[in-house]
């Protein structure tokens, strides 16, 4: 079956600009999560959504960032007024209920100048 | 704060031996622990999910879990050359978001 997946798969913006990036789960697939990824580093969790509503909004590194899903679908992670240090691969991954088991999209390479 | 540690290598071994990879965590109410493979370059795809203490085999892979001592192993019997990569722990406690480690950078060498 399909994957998830992530568009778009690169991003270049100028500082100052808002962004949209989107993630389409695995159908079925009731848990999902963003990461960040920056060069060289590991993975920084941003937030995740158990069906449409987001128990664990910790990781979000600032207000500039926010993100929604929709029923048990689609999910957008907007980065408002992009900073050069947003520069990095945004990664999403989803899970079926109960295992926990994540399986990831390519990513999206956001590169802000 | 959830920590997870891994040494970040890299691990080196010889094509045909066996590669041990470690990880360890802080929070001990941790519940599900999962070894995800990253090629560079690419998303982090799942190997192995461990829930018990034990191990867990997987064809050339064997997962190791024991909860008294936080300690949590991948061992990757017969290593080939496609299997250097990354390889990233991770820890999730039911209803929480899962923290994953820093990655160990593996080279199998031919």
């Known amino acids: 079956g399909a994957g998830v997946s992530q568009s778009p798969s690169n991003k270049v913006t100028e500082k100052g600009k808002d962004v949209e990036l989107r993630c389409d789960p695995i159908?079925?697939?009731?848990?999902l999560y963003w990461y960040r990824q920056r060069l060289g580093q590991g993975l920084e969790f941003l937030i995740y959504f158990q069906g449409n509503s987001a128990p664990d909004k910790s990781g979000l590194p600032s207000d500039r960032f926010s993100a929604e899903r929709t029923g048990e679908s689609v999910s957008t992670l907007t980065i408002q007024r992009t900073q050069q240090e947003d520069s990095a691969v945004y990664l999403c991954?989803?899970?079926?209920?109960?295992?926990?088991?994540?399986?990831f999209g390519p990513g999206t390479r956001l590169t802000v100048l | 704060q959830k920590e997870v540690e891994q040494n970040s290598g890299p691990l080196s071994v010889p094509e045909g031996a066996i590669a041990s990879l470690n990880c360890t965590y802080s929070?001990?109410?941790?519940?599900?622990f999962f070894w995800y493979r990253q090629y560079s370059g690419k998303s982090p795809e799942l190997i192995m999910s461990i829930y018990s203490n034990g191990d867990k085999e997987d064809g050339r892979f064997t997962a190791q879990l024991n909860k008294a001592s936080q300690y949590v192993s991948l061992l990757i019997r017969d290593s080939q050359p496609s299997d250097s990569a990354t390889y990233l722990c991770?820890?999730?406690?039911?209803?929480?978001?899962?923290?994953f480690g820093p990655g160990t950078r593996l080279s199998v060498l031919p």
């Open positions: 991954a989803s899970s079926p209920v109960g295992t926990g088991e994540q399986f």
């Open positions: 159908s079925g697939h009731t848990a």
């Open positions: 991770a820890v999730n406690s039911y209803g929480q978001n899962f923290v």
């Open positions: 929070d001990r109410v941790s519940q599900s």
